[in-house]
């Protein structure tokens, strides 16, 4: 493993695989199935000036917010470098920070964190360091868009191992943060007609 990850994980997206997954994640019709996405799932939010997202690859979920929240200021998180190049050119290279999500140093607040298919790809012995940087980013909001599972399972990911990791992420925020409450969750369906999404459940939480 290349010494500059702490985790297999981390070098899986960061090489290869990740910048072959912008090819697979990159289209008008995902764009428009995030927007019915965000506009379900923040439907409670109120009003939203900032967003930070972890694991934004490309930007397609912060392009939904754009449209959703004109002049809302986005940052992001990114390790693959090929795809923090492309979020430069839609947010600026100043709001872009091009690196392992355990090694973002949290210096400023956002009304909402937002993380989206990224959980399930961490290793689970540092999920806490994750979801310690979710709520310290946050000033109001975080949302948690992930595959969920009661129990946490580990199953194989376009035939990798150990590199998908389903569980009930949401409720461990809620138990280890006593301040956080549930606002508002669903469900998005991979087979819904019009505006698929890949069997996603989201978890919107507030700071109290």
Not at 33 to 61: D, P, V
Not at 71 to 99: C, K, R, W, Y
Request: glycine share 6%; charged share 25%; aromatic share 12%.
């Amino acid at each position: 493993m290349n010494t500059k990850f702490k985790t297999p994980q981390e070098e899986f997206w960061a090489g290869e695989f990740g910048t072959d997954y912008i090819g697979r994640n990159n289209s008008e019709e995902l764009l428009a199935s995030n927007l019915n996405f965000f506009t379900k799932a923040l439907k409670q939010a109120g009003r939203l000036t900032s967003c930070l997202e972890f694991g934004a690859n490309i930007g397609m979920n912060l392009k939904a917010l754009q449209l959703l929240y004109p002049g809302m200021h986005l940052e992001a998180i990114e390790i693959n470098p090929d795809a923090a190049q492309q979020l430069t050119s839609l947010i600026g290279e100043s709001h872009v920070f091009e690196g392992s999500i355990f090694e973002y140093p949290v210096a400023t607040k956002v009304d909402l964190s937002l993380i989206k298919g990224v959980l399930i790809h961490i290793d689970p012995d540092l999920l806490d360091t994750v979801y310690e940087k979710l709520y310290q980013a946050s000033n109001r909001l975080i949302l948690i868009c992930e595959y969920y599972n009661p129990t946490p399972v580990s199953i194989s990911y376009r035939g990798h191992a150990d590199r998908l990791f389903k569980r009930d992420f949401a409720g461990e925020m809620l138990e280890k943060y006593p301040d956080l409450m549930l606002v508002d969750y669903g469900f998005s369906y991979r087979r819904d007609p019009a505006f698929p999404q890949d069997d996603i459940t989201w978890f919107l939480m507030q700071k109290a």
